[in-house]
């Protein structure tokens, strides 16, 4: 029986979320290699095949030394599966977050970051005021936590764009706005990467969602069949912009379209679209009630 | 797409415009990092850079280092963890003056200067180099050692300079000839997106 304490469940949650974030920044998930392996493949551009194989080269170096695939070591976000019985609050999970976020990155070192927004003072090692951001949904009937940690830097992240369409825009509207998005992001967010849109809800919701996309596995299909067939025609569509690797023109301009939905106002219809670059770093853990971290299981 | 090679800062003004859209660039000698905030001091607060930057190589950096020693007026010495690119388009107003101001000759990121860079680099003999944005454990070990770093109390978006060998691959985004594959590829992509509308 386990005699573990809330204070061993801290502890865990630090642990595992330091893990992570350094794991994230240094080897990018299968599904991802796999992703530009095919980009490499489908590419007919001298220079684009150039890139992406310099890609491939720099992910196998990273593998190597152990070292960061980029320099950008991002805002940390965080998303977290809380099961209704897991015995450590919230409030405490997040604590414990943004512990191993700042122990990580003194540790390593890694590169802080984060600054005040007015004044552009650093304000520690990659946390402050509201970093790092974590992301919450709740689960009933379990004892466990999954965490995701994802470094999202921000050459992709200053490529997230907002509208509200309104309904006479229809899907139309949709497919137009997110056209138009990854087109005017040309080579500034690192593509080929993932796009991630969010559809429907609120405003703020939209972006949530647009977030939430780009970290999911690589080629996840939305389970209704309308919005995978959406991503499928978007994902076909972005490329043909001949947008490709690094905005130098080429065949693959992304590697994917992600889009999550919600149910909205009869007078609403907003597109968010979150970039998410080559390197879309991610990395993820489940913890057991009694404080054992598994860091194999992907969410 | 010829290839050359050029080491920096350079001396002669045709090691420049030998250097055409789409062409591929090896870099040799010493390089500048440079960022958001060191350029803001410059320019915006009027603050001479304590380095001279006549014929320099500038790179978007701001690099993850570990500080190793301090010297007795409390100047660090650091080594290399990762070293990449950032982005390059936030910094675009500052090229007129760097050319014209300072001499810089090259400015190398990652995803491009939008179309007003082109008249200052054709009129200045100015190139931007496309480097490929997130390769930054390769970029690493052609950083050789970081020589010099000014305005430490900016961390990490100090003057960084660093010597480098077979930096590359770098793709001539811009030449000093007019010529932008930015501009070439966006006008493209803007002639496919009214084609692409007319089919939704």
Redesign the interface.
Known sequence: MSTTTTTDLDGAVEDAAAHLYVWALKDIPQDLRDALADARDRETS??GI??LE??H???S??DE?K???????GIAVYTCRVGEHFPLHPTRIYAALKAGTARATVE?????NTVHVLT?E?TGPNIGYRLPIVHWDFIPDWDGLDVKCVPK???SE?MSFLKMCIPADGV?GI??FV??SI?DA?????PPGIVGVGIGGSADYAMYMAKEAIARPVGTRNPDPLVAQLEDELYG?LN?????P????GDVTVLQCHIEHADTHMTLNPVAVNYQ???ARRASAHIAADGSIDFDREF | ?AHHEVTFPITDPADILKLRA?D?VTVQGHIIGIRD?TQIRIFDQGVEPPMNLGGAFLLH??????KVSEDAEGRGTYEK???????S??MVRFTEGLGEQYGVRAICG???FPDVAIEPMQRLGMVYF?I??????????QIEEIEEVLWEEL??ECLWKFRVKDFG?L?V?IDAHGNS??H???A???E??KE??AR?
């Open positions: 001298k220079t150039r890139i310099t890609i080269r720099n992910v170096i990273a030394q070292n960061l695939v980029c320099q950008d070591t390593h070192p890694l590169r802080s552009r650093n830097g921000s050459g200053n139309v497919k137009k056209l138009e087109v040309g080579g500034k967010p690192c569509l043909e912009t001949g947008i490709g690094m905005g130098l023109g670059c080559w390197a | 797409m789409g591929e905030r950096t701001a690099p993850n280092v570990r963890i990762c070293i990449g690119t950032t982005t388009a936030r990652k995803g491009g496309a490929v944005g997130g390769a930054a454990a390769l970029e690493t070990t961390m990490p691959p793709i985004g594959l930015y070439d590829v966006q493209r992509a803007h496919k997106l692409l509308y939704l």
